[in-house]
T-cell receptor
Framework: DTGVSQNPRHKITKRGQNVTFRCDPI?????LYWYRQTLGQGPEFLTY????????KSRLLSDRFSAERPKGSFSTLEIQRTEQGDSAMYLC?????????????FGQGTRLTVV | AQSVAQPEDQVNVAEGNPLTVKCTYS??????LFWYVQYPNRGLQFLLK??????LVKGSYGFEAEFNKSQTSFHLKKPSALVSDSALYFC????????????FGKGNQVVVIP
C-alpha cells in the first residue's frame, strides 16, 4: 500500500506524559499536513510542511505541540505534558505541490486517549 | 477566514433512492471545494473537487456535486444510494487568497436503509 501511513494507530497515555506520532506520506508528495479531529467534528488544521520547512501553524498548536519533518520525508508530531483535552484523532495528509486545487490524501489517523 | 457549514447531522435514505448531502461555504476569494468520505476506523478518502469550469463535478463511486456560486453551495449527490454508502461525509474548502489549510465542515452521517 503506497498511501499515507500513520503510527501508532492507537495510543493510550497518562496525563502529563509525552507522546510522539509518526506519519509517512506518499513518497512523491512534498506537502504534509497535520489535522486533529474530535468526536462529532470535522478535522481541524494544525500545521503544514513544504518539504522540510514548516510554513504554517494553527493557533490550536500550543507550545506543548511540536512537529518536525527532517529531510522532507516522514514527519513526527510530539505532544508534551498531555492533557485530557488532547484526546482526539490526529490525522496526517500529504499532497503534491500544485496550487490551491490540489487534493490531500489522508492516513488512517492515530487515536490518542489521555487518561 | 474560510469556512463550510453542513447543516444536517444525519441523512437517512432508502437504498436505491437519491442521496443529497448539503454544504454551504464562505470564502473571501475564489473557492476550491472538496468532498471526503470517512468509513469507520478509516482515514478520509477523497471523493471529488471543484476548481473551476463546469458546475457539475463527477467523482468516485458514482458521486457528483453541484457548485452554485449564487447560493454559495456545493451539495453532494448520488442518483441511487447503496447500503455501502453509509459513512461520514465531509465538505471542505480552501481559500485561493489565503493559505493551504483546508477548512472542514462538521460532517454528515449518511445512513442508507436496506
Amino acid at each position: 500500500d503506497t498511501g499515507v501511513s500513520q503510527n501508532p494507530r492507537h495510543k493510550i497515555t497518562k496525563r502529563g506524559q509525552n507522546v510522539t506520532f509518526r506519519c509517512d506520506p506518499i513518497s512523491e508528495h512534498n506537502r504534509l499536513y497535520w489535522y486533529r479531529q474530535t468526536l462529532g467534528q470535522g478535522p481541524e488544521f494544525l500545521t503544514y510542511f513544504q518539504n522540510e520547512a514548516q510554513l504554517e501553524k494553527s493557533r490550536l498548536l500550543s507550545d506543548r505541540f511540536s512537529a518536525e519533518r527532517p529531510k522532507g520525508s516522514f514527519s513526527t508530531l510530539e505532544i508534551q505534558r498531555t492533557e485530557q483535552g488532547d484526546s482526539a484523532m490526529y490525522l496526517c495528509a500529504s499532497s503534491l505541490t500544485g496550487g490551491w486545487n490540489t487534493e490531500a490524501f489522508f492516513g488512517q489517523g492515530t487515536r490518542l486517549t489521555v487518561v | 477566514a474560510q469556512s463550510v457549514a453542513q447543516p444536517e447531522d444525519q441523512v437517512n435514505v432508502a437504498e436505491g433512492n437519491p442521496l443529497t448531502v448539503k454544504c454551504t461555504y464562505s470564502v473571501s476569494g475564489n473557492p476550491y471545494l472538496f468532498w471526503y468520505v470517512q468509513y469507520p476506523n478509516r482515514g478520509l478518502q477523497f471523493l471529488l473537487k471543484y476548481i473551476t469550469g463546469d458546475n457539475l463535478v463527477k467523482g468516485s463511486y458514482g458521486f457528483e456535486a453541484e457548485f452554485n456560486k449564487s447560493q454559495t453551495s456545493f451539495h453532494l449527490k448520488k442518483p441511487s444510494a447503496l447500503v455501502s454508502d453509509s459513512a461520514l461525509y465531509f465538505c471542505a474548502v480552501r481559500d485561493e487568497g489565503g493559505n493551504n489549510r483546508l477548512a472542514f465542515g462538521k460532517g454528515n452521517q449518511v445512513v442508507v436503509i436496506p
